[in-house]
């Protein structure tokens, strides 16, 4: 009996020893690692120190080997990398939660109702809303602001559409921006938007009118509505929420974002104010969220970028521009090649002209960025494939991305691959028109809309995201749209486009090291591999893509060895 205590006792001895002998900050075990490298198995535990992997392995090989300040047990949960969202809108998300949420309003009389409410309870001497989508209306109609003008006469009111890209604003903001006026005297607004008017909407009988060159009140009454380029004076105007809110804000949706384990966003446009804002987050540890930021191109940022080329501060990256190629096609702004089919005087515009584009192209060149435009139409894709084919032959790993290829002409496909363009796509935006983009582009063009396998196919990779606030920010919506085509009311039962989803595992890979490389980070992000970020994330549920959507979240999420969000 005395032996063997003590054989166990120098056993247990031995084995301490052992564990000394390498020091981790942190070791997950008990779980089920998927390391999203190629052909890789999955692993039971993982040691981190400063913040980076530095094993991952069995439960046996990291326990004896590694002694960690702080140990968890997964209970057998699924660990990924942290989630990328290629593609989602911070700052717009933090201001929509500042504003009146007109999300999912299921018609005008809601709109009003959520308006009063919140103007009751914040007393705000300048209305924004956002979310409001007519799509949801009976009749697909575009708003007039008859009845938002008798309830607000002497306040401005401006409340965006779901997909920012057009806005309905009363009277007071009309005459106060002075809108109606530069819009008709700037050419460069005339060409990349335009302002739906009463007259016009009663000779067409159709939700939305004609473009117009010049008008003024009293010759013909706008409805309210201006579309892409025309809001550019009502925008200029608009006043920004106190730093203190916004701050808050911008730290509520990374908290939302945390709870879903997306731990990285590439933010889709930001202005050197906004930049700075984030910064300053950053500064005082109070934003871990990796933020991949691409630049609107205005002229403090191109100085910016001029200045300091690619640019690495705490858990912001910058080294791309961000272009608006064309609108959206849920307000017939998408730039198409040939007119839509539910309005023939429309076929979209190029919202950048494209010698401004061209000259973006060349900066972007220079300071060794990305150039990663929104490119919805069929039109604006393939002029863009075109544009970026001249990068390639320079730089054949550019990685220059277009956003969105939401309709693509088959023909052009082949332009990703020959061009080397990334694609980044939102599969939510699928199932989230599904009811209403065969009208706006006829059958035959649906060949090439949401066609993420086939550009997948040409490609070789894709990042993808949400879009947020356009969409929802939870990943799993998105892998069920991607795979099954759905959105999670299960509509439509067969699928959307159903010839052109993506596995399971490629929708993953979107969001974890395709995303990595769809911003230079795949040495740090993307996989769990030794030497890379400690970012990752322990789901409650089994991470899978079954045909029923299904709810999950993270546990436990995880940034450079930081747990930066935990679930109650
Ligand atoms: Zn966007």
């Not at 159709?206 to 009502?234: C, H, K, L, W």
């Not at 949706?253 to 804002?277: C, D, I, M, P, S």
């Not at 759905?486 to 959307?496: A, H, V, W, Y």
């Amino acid at each position: 009996m005395k032996l063997s205590f003590i054989f166990i006792t120098t056993s247990l001895i031995l084995l301490q020893s052992c564990m000394k002998g390498e020091s981790a900050d942190l070791v997950i075990h008990n779980a089920s690692i998927h390391t999203m490298e190629d052909g890789a198995k999955t692993f039971e535990a993982i040691a981190i120190k400063d913040g980076k992997i530095i094993e991952v392995g069995s439960e046996r090989q990291i326990l004896n080997k590694y002694s960690a300040e702080k140990y968890i047990d997964a209970a057998g949960k699924d660990v990924y990398p942290g989630f990328t969202d290629a593609h989602g809108h911070i700052m717009s998300y933090a201001r929509q939660k500042l504003s009146v949420d007109l999300v999912g309003c299921k018609s005008y009389d809601e709109m009003l109702v959520r308006i009063e409410k919140y103007q009751s309870k914040h007393n705000r001497a300048f209305i924004i809303g956002r979310g409001w989508d007519q799509s949801r209306w009976k009749g697909d109609e575009m708003p007039t602001n008859n009845r938002l003008n008798e309830l607000f006469p002497d306040i401005p009111v401006c409340l965006f559409r779901i997909d920012g890209h057009a806005l309905l604003a009363n009277d007071y903001l009309i005459k106060k921006s002075d809108v109606l006026k530069k819009f008709a005297e700037d050419e460069e607004l005339n060409q990349g938007g335009y302002i739906i008017t009463q007259q016009a909407k009663k000779k067409h009988n159709t939700s939305i009118a004609n473009q117009i060159g010049s008008i003024a009140f009293d010759i013909v009454a706008p409805t309210g509505v201006f579309v892409d380029n025309a809001m550019n004076p009502i925008l200029d105007i608009l006043p920004d929420f106190p730093k203190e809110e916004l701050n808050a804000a911008i730290l509520e949706v990374q908290h939302e974002l945390f709870t879903y384990g997306v731990t990285g966003v590439h933010e889709a446009g930001l202005k050197r104010f906004e930049v700075e804002l984030l910064e300053e987050l950053m500064e005082n540890e109070s934003l871990p969220l990796n933020i991949y930021a691409m630049l609107s191109p205005t002229e403090k940022n191109i100085e910016f970028a001029r200045k300091e080329g690619i640019y690495q501060n705490k858990s912001m990256l910058i080294r791309s521009f961000k272009v608006y190629g064309d609108g959206a096609m849920g307000s017939r702004g998408a730039f198409m090649k040939e007119v839509y089919s539910d309005s023939h005087e429309h076929q979209g515009y190029l919202t950048t002209s494209l010698k401004r584009m061209k000259e973006i192209a060349t900066i972007c060149e220079k300071v060794n960025y990305q150039m990663n435009t929104h490119a919805i139409g069929d039109s604006t894709n393939r002029i863009m494939l075109e544009l970026y084919q001249d990068i390639y032959s320079v730089k054949p790993d550019h990685r220059w991305r277009i956003e969105h290829a939401q309709i693509v002409d088959p023909k052009d496909f082949q332009l990703f691959a020959k061009a080397g363009v990334f694609p980044s796509v939102q599969p939510t935006h699928a199932t989230s028109d599904q009811g209403w983009v065969e009208s706006r582009v006829g059958k035959e063009r649906m060949g090439g809309a949401y066609a993420y396998r086939s550009l997948l196919n040409q490609f070789g990779m894709m990042a993808i995201g949400t879009d947020f606030p356009v969409e929802l920010t939870n990943p799993f919506a998105t892998i069920h749209s991607a795979v099954n085509r759905k959105n999670t009311e299960e509509i439509p039962g067969n699928g959307f486009l159903a010839n052109e989803s993506i596995t399971f595992e490629q929708c993953l890979k979107g969001m974890t090291i395709w995303a990595a490389f769809a911003a230079f980070q795949e040495n740090e992000l993307g996989t769990l591999e030794k030497g890379k970020d400690a970012t990752l994330v322990i789901f409650e549920r089994p991470v899978a893509a079954p045909k029923e959507y299904q709810y999950n979240f993270a546990n436990t999420t995880i940034i450079k060895g930081k747990i930066v969000y935990t679930v109650e």
